[in-house]
């Protein structure tokens, strides 16, 4: 009884470190100590954050000025690349379903180094601009611009406006506006987008060899922009290349990166189904 007693504290004190870490915690320096609080049981009110629930050494109703905040700590939540994913994957709305709870839930870490909120509300902002949701397309670029008032506006905001352009507008004139953001003067991230967008569109003309061309430039030219972009772009090149005589080898090989890069996600699921299928 003693020993299995013994295990299950060793266990627990062990185990805490690990849950700890787990969490997304904001980390202040607080009269030279450092202490950190789950965001969630954080409210941002103007330059300051208020503390929800005792807890950590903080107290209830405890304000803490945001210019003690030092950082973000913890991993990013596996939902945000799902929702990446499935937004390329042509399903927003579904994405949408995971990146709103969560938005509200990190907004209070929102500008801190290391948040979690910048990346998902990025993805969110193509995801409204995809379901032509103008409003909450534009007031989600302002406020991540706003979060980061040095910077300006945020690139991200280009890509929104262009992904909401009716379809009524012609086909060239959104190719030409996409293309105008694959650049150097665009983040990696923006001009992936730009040009995965830009393939989509050309594929769905049956244009396939420019669809082919801006899918392949994102791995290729833009690998940063996100390894979830990378991996849906090469399973969307992979399509265009298996239908083609003499090309399915080559189609293996972007299949077989795509489940890596996407892996954990719809998308590297999808990409390892067609990969078994191809083989």
């Not at 020993?3 to 607080?30: I, N, Y």
């Not at 910048?118 to 409204?128: E, S």
């Not at 040095?150 to 190719?175: A, H, K, Q, W, Y």
């Not at 390894?227 to 090989?253: D, P, Y």
Request: charged residues 20%.
């Amino acid at each position: 009884m003693f020993s299995r007693a013994l295990l299950f504290a060793s266990l627990t004190v062990l185990g805490a470190p690990l849950l700890h870490a787990q969490e997304t915690r904001v980390v202040f320096e607080v009269a030279g100590v450092s202490r950190s609080i789950p965001v969630t049981n954080l409210v941002a009110q103007g330059d300051k954050f208020v503390v929800k629930a005792a807890a950590d050494g903080f107290t209830a109703n405890q304000a803490i000025p945001r210019t003690a905040a030092s950082y973000v700590q913890g991993e990013r939540p596996a939902l945000v690349n799902e929702a990446i994913a499935l937004i390329l994957m042509e399903k927003p709305l579904d994405a949408l379903k995971l990146l709103e709870p969560f938005l509200e839930q990190q907004r209070p870490s929102s500008g801190l180094v290391g948040n979690h909120w910048d990346a998902a509300a990025r993805a969110a902002v193509v995801a409204y601009g995809l379901i032509g949701s103008t409003e909450k397309c534009n007031a989600l670029g302002k406020e991540i611009s706003d979060a980061t008032p040095e910077v300006g506006n945020d690139p991200i905001i280009s890509l929104g406006r262009m992904l909401l352009l009716p379809f009524s507008t012609p086909l060239e004139d959104r190719l030409n506006g996409l293309a105008s953001l694959v650049s150097e003067n665009s983040p990696a991230e923006v001009s992936a987008y730009a040009s995965f967008f830009r393939g989509l569109r050309l594929h769905k003309a049956k244009r396939d060899e420019e669809a082919l061309e801006a899918y392949l430039l994102i791995p290729c030219a833009y690998p940063t922009g996100g390894s979830v972009l990378n991996g849906v772009a090469e399973m969307n090149a992979a399509e265009i290349l298996a239908a083609q005589t003499g090309r399915r080898e080559e189609a293996v090989a972007l299949l077989t990166s795509a489940t890596s890069y996407a892996q954990a996600t719809p998308a590297g699921t999808e990409a390892a189904k067609r990969l078994k299928s191809l083989k």
